[in-house]
């Protein structure tokens, strides 16, 4: 298994502020993927960071909103922009391990935003 | 694109055995995840089925048909501490984006004494 750490692991953020949340993995990773999942709802990919590369966003997620970096192997941050109540989520870090019949998840980080 | 169905809710009584459906819709398949997410917490990792067929461990046992787009968790002699949501989650293969799933709404379950 991966020891996949977030930090913050929770937070109350106020409205029009930004945030940036912290992924380490205790060993090295090729992608890593940065998830959310709000209240009640399952999980939906935002976006895929590479490291080296400028990341991949879904449709219905930007640059500008969830501005990711990947300055090594092993850690990648992702923020949250200009924040609204509607950005209150879980929002998780993912990574692929071994011959890619594992993937594993981090802690989450639980913000809500007033 | 991907469509994944599971049912919204199911309960159970301990000890019992509980099979949890999906079905998907998929191009490019690439393995099929199974995750248990208590309220308040990050999913964790159940099972992964990539060929056809049972794929068991302890309790737990996840089944794939991928001809049918169908698979199934089986989780028996159910426990109070089994009651949580379980995602079912599709990777689709497109390009090297390996490792991106795509997840269905999650089924929660409920165990009674």
């Known amino acids: 298994s991966a020891v996949i750490s977030q930090k913050p692991s929770r937070d109350i953020c106020q409205r029009g502020t930004s945030l940036t949340i912290q992924c380490q993995v205790d060993s090295q990773v090729t992608m890593m993927f940065w998830y959310r999942q709000q209240p009640g709802q399952s999980l939906t990919l935002i976006a895929t960071?590479?490291?080296?590369?400028?990341?991949?966003?879904e449709s219905g997620f930007v640059i500008d909103k969830f501005p990711i970096s990947r300055p090594n192997l092993t850690f990648s941050t992702l923020t949250v922009s200009n924040m609204s109540p509607e950005d209150s989520s879980i929002y998780l870090c993912s990574v692929e391990l071994g011959t890619g019949n594992t993937i594993y998840f981090g802690e989450g980080s639980w913000l809500t935003v007033v | 694109g991907q469509n994944i169905d599971q049912p919204t809710e199911m309960t159970a009584t301990e000890g019992a055995i509980v099979q949890i459906n999906c079905t998907y819709q998929?191009?490019?398949?690439?393995?099929l995840f199974w995750y248990q997410q208590h309220a308040g917490e990050a999913p964790t990792f159940l099972s992964y089925n990539v060929l056809d067929g049972l794929e068991e461990k302890g309790r737990f046992s996840s089944f794939l048909s991928r001809s049918k787009g169908y698979s199934y968790l089986l989780l028996k002699e159910l426990q109070m501490k089994d009651s949580a949501s379980y995602l079912c989650?599709?990777?689709?293969?497109?390009?090297?984006?390996?490792?991106?799933?795509?997840f269905g709404r999650g089924t929660q379950l409920t165990v009674w004494p």
């Open positions: 989650a599709v990777r689709e293969e497109r390009g090297s984006t390996l490792g991106r799933l795509y």
């Open positions: 998929t191009s490019g398949f690439n393995g």
């Open positions: 960071a590479n490291q080296g590369s400028e990341a991949t966003y």
